[in-house]
């Protein structure tokens, strides 16, 4: 069964100490492995797409990774601002335009000033 | 770049009665909408995928005529709730993908409480 985990489930951080947050995954052949970041009571905001091994992507503070059975997002620095709920989520090899996410539970990250 | 709204971002309505959720691709041409519910401390669950001028295809336990769904356009499609219940109450979000990409790119979502 295609499923996603993600470590831990909550995270707090001091100010400017640097961390990763986990999503391990499962399916039959990826085809993407996205990040998302979701603020209370907003949608979720486009981060990265990963789509083979190795490949790595940088945005600011963030750099997420990939291998064949998880990706790393790496919080370099933390700010307060950065305090939000990071959730991944991949796509299989479906057929057509059939594009549904299969989603982890996310990491309720905290960071302290 | 990518940016979608939604409106309203919160509505309020009497059990019975129905409401209807608008979400617009801004700056791109949006060939499926995806729409979700999410429950406080949980992950998002799809209810639809549409295609534009198309029917929405609906996952397994979602009411079809409970949940209307139109996309008639490339940039917009709407969800409307028929017959509201306070059980219908939650927080709807849309997302959109361009073309054959795989990214999805969410709305700000719409908080609906059912009396």
């Known amino acids: 069964e295609d499923q996603v985990t993600q470590s831990p489930e909550a995270l707090r951080l001091q100010e400017g100490e640097s961390s990763s947050l986990n999503c391990s995954y499962t399916?039959?052949?990826?085809?993407?492995l996205f990040w998302y970041r979701q603020d209370p009571g907003k949608g979720p905001e486009f981060l990265f797409t990963?789509?083979?091994?190795?490949e790595e992507k940088e945005k600011e503070r963030l750099k997420a990774t990939l291998t064949k059975k998880e990706s790393f997002l790496h919080i370099t620095a933390p700010k307060p601002e950065d305090s939000a709920t990071y959730l991944c989520a991949v796509t299989g090899p479906y057929a057509g335009n059939n594009r549904k996410l299969i989603w982890g539970l996310g990491t309720s990250l905290a960071v302290n000033p | 770049g990518a940016v979608v709204s939604q409106h309203p971002s919160w509505v309020i309505c009497k059990s019975g009665t129905s409401v209807k959720i608008e979400c617009r691709s801004l700056?791109?041409?949006?060939?499926?909408m995806f729409w979700y519910r999410q429950f406080p401390k949980q992950s998002l669950m799809l209810m639809a995928t549409?295609?534009?001028?198309?029917?929405?295809?609906?996952e397994q336990g979602v009411e079809k005529d409970k949940f209307l769904i139109n996309h008639a356009s490339l940039t917009l499609s709407t969800l409307t709730v028929t017959s509201a219940h306070p059980e219908d109450s939650s927080f709807y979000i849309c997302s959109a993908a361009h073309g054959s990409a795989d990214t999805q790119y969410f709305g700000p979502g719409t908080r609906l409480t059912v009396l």
């Open positions: 700056d791109f041409q949006a060939t499926t």
């Open positions: 399916v039959s052949g990826l085809r993407g």
């Open positions: 549409s295609n534009e001028g198309s029917k929405a295809t609906y």
């Open positions: 990963l789509y083979s091994a190795g």
